[in-house]
């Protein structure tokens, strides 16, 4: 608390010294504290990431031993929580520490094991969410529907390789994580409608979505993903409104033969 009158901080609980100590700390026994509300810790990781501060050693084990209680968490929180680790400008430290304290696995398990098995896929994940970190500190921030598809565009691609039939699969794969997280049907169409798109792109099948209302968003996503693998990022990805490409040529139409009358006998 600051008192106006005299000038000075009021401090019951130590908290000046754990900021000179850039140190996240608990009030009072942090195991009680994430029994209550195990939301607690997934805001103690955002913190941590967004203050660039260290979790004390109880906190952190602490979060170590509740994790699995965030199962118990009402899904909409939780789902707002992931949000904000991607809104915070520091997208990138608050999924690791969520990776490396297991919390992930709880809530996300789909990126949990994908970080896990694909060392490869894991770079390019953070890869973007650094550049979703790049574009909050110019004020540029994309909206909900880009970083998620960013955050999940690895295993869904993984998910989806060698299918026939992609739709389907797309749905089965984020049934299970659209009902852990409640999301919101919007939100999950608009995921899909992105992922989707970025077969296309890559493709360069660019003429095919381009008229097309989500393109920009696509264009964000794909802009982002081409930065993470270190590649060239086309014009039309950098400002999708001002964008010129080259069109397709469209097919060439072949004219009939007509056929002549035949020839009467004489």
Same mark, same amino acid.
């Given at each position: 608390f600051y008192d106006l009158e005299r000038g000075e901080v009021i401090d019951f609980v130590g908290g000046v010294a754990d900021l000179e100590e850039r140190l996240v700390r608990t009030i009072g026994d942090p195991n009680v504290r994430f029994r209550e509300d195990p939301v607690r810790i997934l805001r103690a990781s955002k913190f941590s990431a967004r203050l660039d501060m260290g979790l004390d050693p109880e906190v952190y084990d602490a979060m170590v031993q509740h994790r699995a209680d965030l199962r118990r968490a009402a899904a909409p929180r939780v789902l707002e929580e992931i949000l904000r *680790?991607?809104?915070?400008?520091?997208?990138? $430290?608050?999924?690791?520490?969520?990776?490396?304290?297991?919390?992930?696995?709880?809530?996300?398990?789909?990126?949990?094991? *994908?970080?896990?098995?694909?060392?490869?896929?894991?770079?390019? /994940? *953070?890869?973007? %969410?650094? /550049?979703?970190?790049? %574009?909050?500190?110019?004020?540029?921030?994309?909206?909900?529907?880009?970083?998620?598809?960013?955050?999940? %565009?690895?295993?869904?691609?993984?998910?989806?390789?060698?299918?026939?039939?992609?739709?389907?699969?797309?749905?089965? *794969?984020?049934?299970?994580?659209?009902?852990?997280?409640? %999301?919101? $049907?919007?939100?999950?169409?608009r995921v899909r409608l992105l992922v989707m798109a970025q077969r296309r792109l890559r493709a360069g099948r660019i003429r095919s979505i381009a008229r097309r209302e989500y393109f920009s968003d696509a264009a964000a996503l794909y802009a982002q993903d081409q930065r993470a693998r270190g590649l060239a990022i086309p014009d039309w990805a950098n400002d999708p409104n001002e964008a010129h490409y080259e069109e397709e040529a469209p097919p060439r139409r072949r004219r009939r033969r007509r056929r002549q009358p035949p020839v009467p006998e004489s």
């Open positions: *680790f991607l809104r915070g400008g520091a997208s990138q $430290r608050s999924i690791y520490l969520a990776w490396d304290v297991g919390v992930l696995s709880e809530i996300l398990p789909e990126v949990a094991s *994908f970080l896990d098995d694909e060392p490869e896929g894991a770079s390019l /994940t *953070f890869g973007r %969410l650094k /550049t979703i970190d790049a %574009l909050a500190a110019e004020d540029r921030l994309p909206n909900d529907a880009v970083m998620l598809a960013a955050l999940m %565009l690895g295993p869904i691609d993984e998910a989806l390789e060698g299918v026939r039939d992609v739709p389907v699969a797309y749905e089965e *794969f984020v049934r299970e994580f659209a009902l852990r997280l409640s %999301l919101p $049907r919007r939100l999950k169409d």
